[in-house]
């Protein structure tokens, strides 16, 4: 149930929102906000510079198709896939999101590119938003965690979506994130034009 409730004075004419638009748009857009709400666009950087020991999923292999997805607010961006249990990608994975917002953790995710089938997550993590807004973190590693690799059942499943969960060394990831005031946010990946050595 959507429920728009205004509060007129003489001469005002309500806001109407449209079925349309509810179809078109993610979850945070499609919160109802009053008119004079001082929504402002923010951006949510979130550099990724490598990862370390990045567990292989399928046993026949000792590698994997790695990428990274980072969300939040209703946006989400992938990096590059890049075959190597320990990637280089140099990107910088930028979300473009509206202030004020409901959601209070971005969720970062490891995944195991597959051609044929759904891809399989390695592990992940999640940022607090009010610890970094406004903040650089630094750059940091990340271990990744998830259930013993030879599982997969019900409890994996969380273990592997939910890293805090985990019991399984999967890795790691070398990254910093940063957020700022910005009008004209998009959500984007771009290379970035140094590395750590």
Same mark, same amino acid.
């Given at each position: 149930?959507?429920?728009?409730i205004?509060?007129?004075?003489?001469?005002?004419?309500?806001?109407?929102h449209?079925?349309?638009?509810s179809?078109?748009?993610?979850i945070? $857009?499609?919160?109802?906000?009053?008119?004079?709400?001082?929504?402002?666009?923010?951006?949510?950087?979130?550099?990724?510079?490598?990862?370390?020991?990045?567990?292989p999923?399928?046993?026949?292999?000792?590698?994997?198709?790695?990428?990274v997805?980072? *969300?939040?607010?209703?946006?989400?961006?992938? *990096?590059?896939?890049?075959?190597?249990?320990?990637?280089?990608?140099?990107e910088?994975?930028?979300?473009?999101?509206?202030?004020?917002?409901? *959601?209070?953790?971005?969720?970062?995710?490891?995944? $195991?590119?597959?051609?044929?089938?759904?891809?399989?997550?390695?592990?992940?993590? $999640?940022?607090?938003?009010?610890k970094?807004?406004?903040?650089?973190?630094?750059?940091?590693?990340?271990?990744i965690?998830?259930?013993?690799?030879?599982?997969?059942?019900?409890?994996?499943?969380?273990?592997?979506?939910?890293?805090?969960?985990?019991?399984?060394?999967?890795?790691?990831?070398?990254?910093?994130?940063?957020?700022?005031d910005?009008?004209?946010?998009?959500?984007?990946?771009?290379?970035?034009?140094? *590395?750590?050595?």
């Open positions: 149930v959507k429920l728009s205004s509060i007129l004075g003489p001469g005002d004419k309500p806001f109407r449209t079925e349309k638009e179809l078109t748009k993610g945070e $857009d499609n919160m109802l906000a009053p008119v004079n709400m001082n929504v402002k666009r923010h951006q949510v950087v979130f550099q990724l510079y490598r990862g370390e020991h990045l567990a999923l399928d046993l026949s292999s000792d590698n994997l198709d790695a990428y997805r980072v *969300s939040f607010a209703g946006q989400q961006i992938k *990096s590059s896939v890049i075959t190597n249990r320990n990637p280089t990608w140099n910088s994975l930028e979300l473009g999101i509206n202030l004020p917002t409901m *959601s209070k953790k971005i969720k970062v995710e490891v995944f $195991d590119h597959e051609t044929i089938g759904s891809d399989r997550i390695v592990g992940g993590f $999640d940022v607090d938003f009010k970094i807004m406004g903040k650089n973190s630094g750059t940091k590693w990340a271990n965690y998830g259930a013993p690799l030879a599982v997969e059942n019900e409890m994996a499943t969380l273990m592997n979506k939910f890293g805090n969960r985990g019991t399984f060394y999967r890795g790691r990831i070398l990254y910093s994130i940063y957020t700022m910005n009008e004209k946010s998009k959500t984007k990946k771009k290379q970035m034009k140094f *590395s750590f050595p």
